[in-house]
């Protein structure tokens, strides 16, 4: 908000303010619009054509309906001004339109006068660009959101029940990263649902954040059953995690030690990246926001891409402190920086803000990346003190296969004694996490399908009939490793290293 002012103090000609929010952001502006020196304040809508802010909505400026004849009236006016359009969106890349608006900006030298575009989604022809300073209308703040409470508060249903200064506190959080409509709505069906607003309503309030987060399509709100316990192996980078199960609370702060930005974790396929990226949310206390790079990109408009990311992040921020899951980078990223950039270079774009963001985030949002091919990753990625930590996870080595074996067992059969899962673990050596699995599984449909119990001889059955990933991909594991073992921290212990050495 405060850029917005200085951009407005500073004379500058055309801004375009993307936000839903219009009614917070004309507000805003109005109340910009009354510092000294004052201005007028006037709104077009392609309904009403030009008001006066404050005006009823009657009293409109003859004839300004159109976009043309709607600009043609702001370049009459000699007094200085502030003229917010909007949703000119549509009518923006029309050339009549497009011409018009260069002209005003270009009659408005050495005059307090500017235009605001708001808009829900930025479109802006490459013709203005140049000209035109694009801001993102901040969501609202605890402050904001509080005033949202109150009103809410008053009404006689929650003014009965007591609530306390931290119950208070809980319900505006649960909150963050809402418009203030969306606040709005969130505390109205909370109250509807049990009639009053209490530290109680807090879930109620926060599975509905939920679904609006899900609405917007490119953040997902993970909700994670399994513990870090259903993962096996990786004891060192369990211990590194494990450690900073506090870095986000204010003790944390008090004692000096600064917020912990995030982790990249490099490894062989099936061998639970995700899975311990996914479990460590529930370690730490944090939601999980998954971004999905993927829904990121939209071709669709010029610069949509990014407001997309722009959008997502800053979701994040306000949901923050919170663990940002960014599964398969490689996948994302791997475009960016390189000559094979096929799409305009919107990913080397998205690449570029998105390091910008990690580089300057100062909220609490600690970002957990997954990857297993490490050469299509751009090299700015990879460079030290970008994540607090590369971890790379290797294939599991007898010990840790064993432990895989003994976690999914556990979790389809009660009494897993009669299992000899040394000898498992050394039929498979070679095998991920994944294929572990997947052969236990093979072998119960096995049994299940003769109608009796699966033994240990279905599971060695099942495991000898399949070949495992790094057997058909010998190079690619062999590179991956070779690469890590000089950038990468190994995610399992020493003791461990050295017993794979030994094979
Ligand atoms: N170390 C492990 N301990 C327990 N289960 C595991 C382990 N590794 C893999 N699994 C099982 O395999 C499944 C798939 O693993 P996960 O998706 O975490 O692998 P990944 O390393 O992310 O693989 P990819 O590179 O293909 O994305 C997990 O959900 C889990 O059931
Ligand atoms: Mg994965």
Known sequence: MRELEVLLQAHYPLIYLVTPEEERAEQAIAAISQLKPARKLFLWTVTHGIIEYGRPRTVTQHNTVSPEAAIEWVVRQREPGIFVFKDLHPFIESASVMRWLRDAIASFKGMSKAFVLMSPVQRIPVELEKDAAVLEFPLPNMAELDEVLNGHLKTSASRTRRLSTEGREKLVKATLGLTRDEADKVYRKAEVVSGHLTEAEVDIVLSEKKQIIKRNGILEYLEVDETIDAVGGLTELKRWLGQRADAFTERARQYGLPQPKGMLILGVPGCGKSLIAKTTARLWGLPLLRLDMGRVYDGSMVGRSEANLRNALKVAESISPAILFIDEVDKAFGGAGGSGDSDGGTSSRIFGSFLTWMQEKSSPVFVMATANRVERLPSE??????????????????????????????????????????????????????????????AMYDAFAQGREFTQFDILAALKATMPLSRTLTEQVTALREWARHRARPAATMLAEYQRMEF
């Open 381 to 442: 990625f990879l460079r030290k003190g970008r994540f607090d930590e590369i971890f790379f996870v290797d294939l599991p080595n007898f010990e840790e296969r064993k432990e895989i074996f003994r976690i999914h067992l556990g979790k389809r059969r009660e009494d897993i004694a009669r299992f000899d899962i040394d000898q498992l673990s050394h039929t498979c050596e070679g095998y991920s996490g994944a294929e572990i699995e997947q052969g236990l599984v093979a």
